[in-house]
């Protein structure tokens, strides 16, 4: 079992910046990674950035450059750093987090409640 607990999300103006956090408990041992996924109305949830334990990162291609996800806290913690937010990054975002309770067996996706972030053009 794990539990995702968010902050950070909010109203911003195009141009400005905004970071997200996300604190995981219960079974963090067992965390293969963590990430961002946002959804905007309409559309899929798609994914952000994600960061392995091995601090691997993946980025989708509408943010590189611009967001920066890190892992802190004992690796229970990951972040979001967003810099120059575009109205297109408007939607909700949610935290990820992948179990992997035993190597080669199933892994099990756990999401945070969600966090919107608006930018204004």
């Known amino acids: 079992q794990l539990q995702l607990v968010e902050s950070g999300g909010g109203l911003v103006q195009a141009g400005e910046s905004l970071r997200l956090s996300c604190a995981a408990s219960?079974?963090?041992?067992?965390?293969?990674?963590m990430g961002w996924y946002r959804q905007a109305p309409g559309k899929q949830r798609e994914l952000v950035a994600v960061?392995?334990?091995?601090?691997?990162?993946n980025y989708a291609n509408s943010v590189k450059s611009r967001f920066t996800v890190s892992r802190a806290n004992g690796k229970n913690t990951v972040s979001l750093q967003m810099d120059s937010l575009k109205p297109e990054d408007t939607a909700v975002y949610y935290c990820?987090?992948?179990?992997?309770?035993?190597?080669?067996?199933?892994?099990?996706?756990?999401w945070g409640q969600g966090t919107q972030v608006t930018v204004s053009s």
């Open positions: 960061i392995a334990n091995g601090a691997t990162t």
């Open positions: 219960g079974s963090i041992f067992a965390i293969n990674a």
């Open positions: 990820n987090a992948v179990l992997d309770l035993r190597a080669g067996g199933p892994m099990y996706n756990y």
